[in-house]
């Protein structure tokens, strides 16, 4: 039995959210589940703890995923959590941003399954820096 981690779910999309909060509950991990960039970006700088790892969607309302990510590596806001896009952008522009951007991962939703999404999260937090 792997630990138990803090996973923190960033999309737009309600039903999405849901999907993923379960299979992650289900396994016993801590899921806070946020609907856009700005409740995240709002939870981690009034100190809401770091979670082990951060799912963010790429296309949001307000802000998006590459928005979201280049607050959080300009203010310094979760220095030590795995961030792993998770979207249905697959274009290789994006894919080479969020890299530049420190990205831990990038899973594209539509060529994955939620138990794979699960394993790959698991994987990439357990991964050794």
């Known amino acids: 039995m792997s630990a138990l981690y803090r996973i923190y779910l960033v999309d737009d999309d309600r039903f999405l959210l849901d999907m993923y909060a379960v299979k992650f509950k289900a396994a ?4 806070t589940a946020f609907q856009g ?3 995240v970006l709002d939870a981690l700088r009034s100190g809401a703890a770091a979670p082990d790892a951060l799912l963010l969607d790429i296309v949001m309302p307000e802000i998006d995923g590459f928005g979201v990510l280049e607050a ?4 310094n806001l979760i220095p030590t959590t795995k961030i792993i ?3 249905n952008q ?8 969020a890299t530049k951007l420190g990205v831990a ?3 594209i939703k539509a060529s994955a399954i ?7 999260t698991i994987r990439i937090i357990e991964k050794k820096a």
């Open 28 to 31: 016993g991990h801590e899921v």
């Open 72 to 75: 959080i590596r300009k203010e």
């Open 105 to 107: 991962g990038y899973i």
């Open 114 to 120: 939620p138990s794979e999404v699960f394993s790959e």
């Open 85 to 87: 896009v998770l979207s």
């Open 90 to 97: 697959g274009q290789e522009s994006d894919i080479e941003h």
């Open 37 to 39: 960039g700005t409740l």
